[in-house]
């Protein structure tokens, strides 16, 4: 697997990382003992940066990944996430009631994660979502306690404007933006990847097969689990999803010239948007975790690279990514 580095602060990671949430949340019923042995195989494939959060269940993401973890501490790079607010009513998404990046609540939530993964230090920190209450400032300003302290090395954001990150950065150096980006969802290239690309900040664009619809092998959403989060989102309605699965026809019908999958020829457009962008598809099974690997190795000319962009362009998209309920907790 081949590596990018994260940041000035020489964070360095496996090119494709692997994002965690759906083992354990948001995407219907999850195996345990397969999400186990997937991990373990990306480990064997040299993928080595983790993601996930505390909200992620809750909590039973990061006792999973600290399960797995034992044994491989040292090599194995895990970024984690604070900032909701979570409460003991309900289960899952009921559970989460707004956020809270408040001094006294990032350290609580950085200590509670160093248990749950059983690590010395998390390796990169984000801020999950902005929360208007705090400013970004004293956000960073905790954060970096937490760096002097040890108990984090690297600090990032997730779902913040170019604005927010120039303050940020003027605290403590940022090394990556987390933010969905993929061929569908390309709101990031308005301003947020070249700030990003000046400041040395890494980017980590989560979604990237558009939570499993590039891959065209996700329904429309009325035949999704009733757990399945999707379900809800704009795009999976029948309507959109319909006028969206014949941009994923002709992309299957170019990765097909690649002797690729539509997953790996969409991968591969987000690897070639530059060298500081490390995506961390989601895989819960172990043929989608080995076919998003191999998109670290598959190079798209220019000319196709040209015909994607024209062909997903945002105007062409049916369907917002979010609802305006969840557009109310990012920057845009």
């Known amino acids: 697997m081949k590596k990018r580095t994260l940041g000035t602060e020489g964070l360095q990671v496996s090119a494709i990382g692997l994002g965690c949430m759906g083992m354990s949340f948001a995407y219907g019923a999850t195996d345990e003992r397969q999400a186990i042995n997937t991990l373990h195989r990306a480990f064997d494939l040299g993928v080595d940066f983790l993601d996930t959060a505390e909200v992620y269940g809750p909590f039973t993401n990061e006792s999973l990944l600290g399960r797995v973890l034992k044994g491989h501490q040292g090599k194995v790079k895990v970024a984690t996430k604070f900032g909701f607010h979570i409460t003991d009513e309900g289960e899952g998404w009921e559970r989460i009631k707004g956020v809270n990046s408040r001094p006294e609540n990032i350290r609580a939530v950085a200590?509670?994660?160093l248990q749950r993964l059983g690590i010395e230090a998390i390796d990169l920190l984000y801020q999950h979502r902005?929360?208007?209450?705090?400013?970004?400032?004293?956000?960073?300003?905790?954060?970096a306690d937490l760096v002097r302290e040890g108990k984090v090395l690297h600090l990032g954001l997730s779902e913040i404007s170019s604005e927010t990150l120039q303050r940020a950065q003027a605290v403590h150096p940022i090394a990556a933006v987390q933010?969905?980006?993929?061929?569908?969802?390309?709101?990031?290239?308005?301003?947020?990847?070249?700030t990003c690309r000046r400041l040395g900040v890494g980017f980590v664009p989560y979604s990237p097969l558009g939570r499993g619809f590039l891959t065209g092998k996700v329904a429309a959403a009325g035949t999704l689990a009733e757990d399945d989060f999707r379900r809800y989102l704009?795009?999976?309605?029948?309507?959109?999803?319909e006028h969206n699965q014949q941009l994923v026809v002709q992309l299957t019908e170019m990765a097909q010239g690649y002797?690729?999958?539509?997953?790996?020829?969409a991968l591969a457009w987000v690897l070639a948007q530059g060298e500081n962008?490390?995506?961390i598809p989601g895989a819960r099974q172990l043929a989608h975790l080995e076919d998003n690997c191999a998109a670290a190795d598959l190079v798209i000319n220019d000319r196709d690279l040209a015909t994607l962009n024209t062909l997903f362009a945002p105007e062409n998209i049916?369907?917002?990514?979010?609802?305006e309920q969840e557009f109310a907790l990012v920057e845009r």
């Open 130 to 143: 902005p929360d208007p209450a705090v400013p970004v400032e004293e956000v960073v300003g905790t954060m």
């Open 277 to 279: 962008i490390v995506p």
């Open 234 to 241: 704009p795009r999976f309605q029948q309507q959109a999803w």
């Open 259 to 265: 002797r690729a999958s539509p997953a790996q020829l």
């Open 318 to 323: 049916a369907g917002e990514r979010y609802s």
């Open 179 to 194: 933010s969905e980006y993929s061929l569908w969802s390309r709101d990031p290239e308005q301003g947020l990847l070249e």
């Open 111 to 113: 200590e509670a994660s």
